[in-house]
Nanobody, 126 residues
């Protein structure tokens, strides 16, 4: 059974940093494209970033480009999201997601991801 568990969320002041982690189990981690999505109160869930199986290819939403960095450690079955220069509009529940893939193709489409974590709350005070 696949489990994705996010951690690292919390309260931070605007301009601050947080590092989220997503620990995966029950799957061959290196065979999965991984991604971060987020849902702010009253809004639809939106794509944040994705990373290929090897970590060599990444994709970011325009709203986080240059501030967030996605990475992964296949030896630890863990994905990360380093978030710098946080803004109040970054406040949301952040979810990790996984989809099996045989290519380096990355997608922002939520429905393409098969497995999801429960989410971790990020709050940014102004």
């Amino acid at each position: 059974q696949v489990h994705l568990v996010e951690s690292g969320g919390g309260l931070v002041q605007a301009g601050g940093s947080l590092r989220l982690s997503c620990a995966a189990s029950g799957l061959t981690f290196s065979s999965y494209v991984m991604a971060w999505f987020r849902r702010a109160p009253g809004k639809e869930r939106e794509f944040v970033a994705a990373i290929s199986r090897s970590g060599g290819n990444t994709l970011y939403a325009d709203s986080v480009k240059g501030r967030f960095t996605i990475s992964r450690d296949n030896a630890k079955n863990t994905m990360y999201l380093q978030m710098n220069n946080l803004k109040p509009e970054d406040a949301a529940v952040y979810y990790c997601a996984a989809r099996p893939s045989v290519t380096a193709y990355l997608t922002q489409v939520e429905s393409r991801y098969n497995y999801w974590g429960q989410g971790t709350q990020v709050t940014v005070s102004s």
